[in-house]
């Protein structure tokens, strides 16, 4: 008998240390930035930092296995001469992206911003010696853009950091770390970003995997989160974790891949309820890659934010700068591309949610109220059938122009018809539904 009593408090007490682990309650403020996060549908990620200088991507450190102490000495000339804040903000702006997600530590253990927990960053060990953050946030805030935080939990130059599966041939000396500094130490910078440059639109970490080797590692999230969440309960988290999301998340990303593709083989997770975010890059590479001109085309990018949003997500879409402190011109001009588009079709992306019809190899469909936005990307035909069979078509039009689109109805959907094949990057069908 006294057996079966331990046995029920034992199962007992496990059912409740997992509910609470699934304690994390969203706020008010919270929720209702995870609809605004939503609504903005496009962000630019940026990734700058000292690898900008070695113009080989941010993985360059490890990839070569540079010593840290060496590498460290890149700081004493950055000098990004050509670095403006608010050029940066206005190039982003005219893309239509309506938030930046910035770098403040990376990988390579270098802090973008002022920070009292090491000397090594910008402001104290570069002769740039200003703040990066708070020049962005400053721009950001005065042209209504908000800014994000990258921030890596990983670190390639530090010893307390425990080592894990990257970063290994980097000269740090001890193996085990110390984890309660490290962790303190992260601690301290977050609360740093989250009290020194006005309202954060979210956190972004990324970094987790390199101690998926090491069985038990345990990177304390719950009390990192809850820091971030009381100091500013609008800020959202995110974890590049790949990982489906772990409590005291409100976004959940997704690297290289559409939300429910893997071709990248790094977002296999399944899709939770939460927010949904995918980060691409706009040539090959994250941070600034001087052999790598390949940047995609404007069709391509406007296809892939098109896709995104028909797939319920956010696009992040990445720009590396340059080590001078100047957005690659390719760049900009990309930016200024896919913003003409925006102009245009903004109202079938921002505020609308994935449609109710699933997305097809034709393209997708973008909803908001009674209105369905048929996204037509690539179609062979004059004609497309939509399988619509629980809401009724009371009209249908062309996006761009208002012209009518001949539609008629069976008992499995509805089909629209055109006079052409449909040519445009995106050629947009507005439904109204009822
Ligand atoms: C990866 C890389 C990193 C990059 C990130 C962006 O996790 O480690 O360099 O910042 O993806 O999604």
Request: one cysteine or more.
């Amino acid at each position: 008998m006294m057996k079966h009593v331990i046995t029920f408090l034992l199962l007992f007490g496990m059912g409740l240390s997992t509910s609470a682990q699934n304690s994390y309650r969203p706020s008010a403020e919270n929720i209702k930035a995870r609809e605004e996060f939503q609504d903005n549908k496009f962000g630019i990620f940026l990734h700058w930092g000292l690898y900008a200088m070695l113009a080989t991507g941010e993985w360059t450190m490890t990839n070569k296995d540079l010593n840290y102490q060496e590498y460290a000495k890149l700081a004493g000339g950055f000098y990004p001469s050509k670095f403006n804040a608010e050029r940066w903000v206005e190039a982003i702006k005219a893309s239509g992206a309506k938030y930046i997600c910035f770098t403040t530590r990376h990988h390579e253990g270098f802090s973008m911003f002022d920070t009292r927990y090491s000397d090594y960053n910008v402001v104290k060990a570069t002769p740039f010696k200003r703040d990066i953050v708070k020049e962005l946030a400053d721009a950001c805030a005065k042209h209504g853009i908000k800014l994000h935080l990258y921030y890596s939990h990983l670190d390639w130059a530090r010893e307390d950091y425990p080592w894990g599966r990257t970063g290994r041939g980097t000269g740090r000396s001890n193996p085990k770390g110390d984890w309660p500094t490290y962790y303190q130490f992260m601690n301290n910078q977050l609360t740093e970003l989250l009290t020194n440059y006005g309202p954060i639109g979210a956190v972004w970490f990324d970094g987790w995997w390199d101690q998926d080797q090491n069985p038990g590692f345990d990177w304390e999230l719950p009390r990192q989160y809850e820091l971030i969440h009381r100091l500013q309960p609008a800020c959202l988290i995110g974890n590049n974790h790949h990982q489906t999301p772990f409590d005291g998340e409100d976004i959940q990303i997704f690297e290289r891949d559409l939300p429910g593709e893997n071709k990248a083989g790094l977002s296999g997770q399944s899709i939770s309820r939460l927010p949904l975010e995918t980060c691409e890059t706009m040539n090959g590479m994250w941070g600034y890659k001087m052999t790598d001109q390949n940047y995609k085309s404007v069709k391509t990018l406007i296809h892939y934010l098109v896709k995104a949003a028909g797939k319920n997500a956010n696009l992040l879409m990445n720009v590396g700068p340059q080590p001078d402190g100047e957005l690659p011109a390719v760049a900009v001009q990309r930016l200024k591309e896919v913003g003409e588009w925006m102009k245009q079709y903004g109202e079938t992306i921002y505020g609308t949610r994935g449609g109710m019809v699933a997305p097809h190899d034709w393209g997708v469909t973008t909803q908001k109220g009674n209105k369905l936005y048929v996204h037509i990307l690539s179609l062979q035909d004059k004609a497309l059938f939509l399988p619509l069979t629980e809401r009724k078509v009371k009209k249908a039009i062309l996006f761009k122009d208002g012209s009518p689109v001949r539609f008629s109805k069976s008992k499995n959907g509805v089909l629209l018809e055109f006079s052409e094949i449909p040519q445009d990057i995106d050629c947009v069908v507005e439904l109204v539904i009822e």
